[in-house]
């Protein structure tokens, strides 16, 4: 009896927790390790983030120096005003050019495709996007996407062999009804046959280029709209329309902004088709059926050969291309900053 009290009143054996030499101490190593090296990760990886960023700034710095370092020779020698004259003589004695007629030709061809493609993009990005069914929706996105791919050369042939002499007729009945409007007065003209080449033409070809980018991204905008807005919408009884109108146009706005100034910049930008669409004339004519016209991307395409032969031929066409990158940098600058003003009205 005494023998088994004492049993039980022994306490249990004792055991030795581990020492910092075994796993304790080296899982506290291993934990320190893989912390340094997740930081060093962290830093290499950041590294390289800002190293890109930094990259993107360098080449930006690096295109405008080199444009305006080879555009000075343009300031000197020029008989004519460099920012108002309608003439482009940099081989004749004296040089006379200016950038007058190149700027307004580009911006009013801009202007005219924006009028034209904007709604349109926005009109197929809301119909693939929330009206149509989900298969017409997939081909019909696959097409837009097909087109957006088309080269430049192939809308300048179409619209040089087969828009211009379609709506020749269209031109000569928009002047003769509607010529009280000094935009689609062709003073000149006395058949259809003289209309064509102009600036209205090249605004309508660069509408249908842009209009497959616009809807592109408009498109991925709108199909982004997050699906309780547009279910709480649905909850308070709202036709289509009235949903389309209070939740996905207001979530899409920035969007729809910034798609708007992606296809303006390609519209800025154009140089094949627009050369083969216009006629060239260096002067500002506010009659937008009357052939003539050029813009800062068409004439630096068409020139460029023969301004080797003159002294100020490349730095006038260099100069040119200059004030087409400061245009498409303040667009960019002006979108960025309403997009941004759009997101924190939203927010």
Not at 26 to 46: K, L
Not at 118 to 137: D, S, T
């Given at each position: 009896?005494?023998?088994?009290?004492?049993?039980?009143n022994?306490?249990?054996?004792?055991?030795?927790?581990?020492?910092?030499?075994?796993?304790?101490?080296?899982?506290?190593?291993?934990?320190?390790i893989?912390?340094?090296?997740?930081?060093?990760g962290?830093?290499?990886?950041?590294?390289?983030?800002?190293?890109?960023?930094?990259?993107?700034?360098?080449?930006?710095?690096?295109?405008?120096v080199?444009?305006?370092?080879?555009?000075?020779?343009?300031?000197?020698?020029?008989?004519?005003?460099l920012?108002t004259?309608?003439?482009w003589?940099p081989?004749?004695?004296?040089?006379?050019?200016?950038?007058?007629?190149?700027?307004?030709?580009?911006?009013?061809?801009?202007?005219?495709?924006?009028?034209?493609?904007?709604?349109?993009?926005?009109?197929?990005?809301?119909?693939?996007?929330h009206?149509a069914?989900?298969?017409?929706?997939?081909?019909?996105?696959?097409?837009?996407?097909?087109?957006?791919?088309?080269?430049?050369?192939?809308?300048?042939?179409?619209?040089?062999?087969?828009?211009?002499p379609?709506?020749?007729?269209?031109?000569?009945?928009?002047?003769?009804?509607?010529?009280?409007?000094?935009?689609?007065?062709?003073?000149?003209?006395?058949?259809?046959?003289?209309?064509?080449?102009?600036?209205?033409?090249?605004?309508i070809?660069?509408?249908?280029?842009?209009?497959?980018?616009?809807?592109?991204?408009?498109?991925?905008?709108?199909?982004?709209?997050?699906?309780?807005?547009?279910?709480?919408?649905?909850?308070?009884?709202?036709?289509?329309?009235?949903?389309?109108?209070?939740?996905?146009?207001?979530f899409?706005?920035?969007?729809?902004?910034?798609?708007?100034?992606?296809?303006?910049?390609?519209?800025?930008?154009?140089?094949?088709?627009?050369?083969?669409v216009?006629?060239?004339?260096?002067?500002?004519?506010?009659?937008?059926?009357?052939p003539?016209?050029?813009?800062?991307?068409s004439?630096?395409?068409?020139?460029?050969?023969?301004?080797?032969?003159?002294?100020?031929?490349?730095?006038?066409?260099?100069?040119?291309?200059?004030?087409?990158?400061?245009i498409?940098?303040i667009?960019?600058?002006?979108?960025?900053?309403?997009?941004?003003?759009?997101?924190?009205?939203?927010?």
């Amino acid at each position: 009896m005494s023998d088994t009290v004492a049993h039980r009143n022994v306490p249990p054996p004792t055991v030795a927790p581990k020492t910092a030499a075994g796993t304790g101490g080296g899982g506290s190593r291993g934990v320190a390790i893989a912390g340094r090296s997740v930081r060093v990760g962290d830093t290499v990886f950041r590294g390289l983030a800002a190293g890109a960023g930094g990259f993107l700034l360098v080449i930006m710095a690096a295109i405008a120096v080199f444009l305006i370092w080879r555009a000075l020779p343009a300031f000197s020698g020029n008989a004519g005003n460099l920012l108002t004259t309608q003439q482009w003589l940099p081989g004749s004695n004296p040089p006379r050019y200016g950038i007058a007629a190149l700027a307004f030709g580009t911006i009013v061809s801009s202007v005219i495709a924006m009028l034209i493609a904007v709604p349109i993009a926005i009109g197929i990005a809301l119909f693939i996007a929330h009206y149509a069914q989900r298969r017409l929706a997939t081909v019909l996105g696959g097409l837009v996407d097909l087109l957006a791919a088309v080269p430049s050369l192939i809308f300048g042939m179409w619209g040089l062999y087969f828009l211009i002499p379609q709506t020749r007729g269209f031109q000569s009945w928009l002047s003769e009804y509607f010529g009280w409007i000094p935009l689609f007065d062709n003073r000149n003209a006395t058949s259809a046959a003289q209309f064509g080449q102009s600036l209205l033409m090249a605004g309508i070809v660069l509408s249908i280029m842009i209009i497959p980018t616009i809807s592109a991204v408009t498109r991925e905008v709108f199909l982004q709209v997050p699906k309780d807005t547009m279910d709480a919408a649905w909850a308070l009884g709202a036709t289509k329309w009235e949903m389309v109108r209070t939740a996905v146009l207001p979530f899409g706005r920035a969007g729809m902004i910034s798609a708007s100034m992606l296809g303006l910049g390609r519209a800025l930008g154009e140089t094949i088709a627009v050369a083969l669409v216009l006629n060239s004339g260096f002067t500002i004519n506010w009659h937008l059926t009357e052939p003539g016209g050029d813009t800062f991307a068409s004439t630096i395409a068409l020139k460029f050969g023969e301004a080797s032969g003159s002294k100020n031929g490349i730095p006038a066409l260099i100069f040119a291309g200059l004030c087409l990158f400061a245009i498409t940098l303040i667009v960019n600058s002006i979108a960025r900053a309403v997009v941004a003003r759009k997101k924190e009205f939203s927010a």
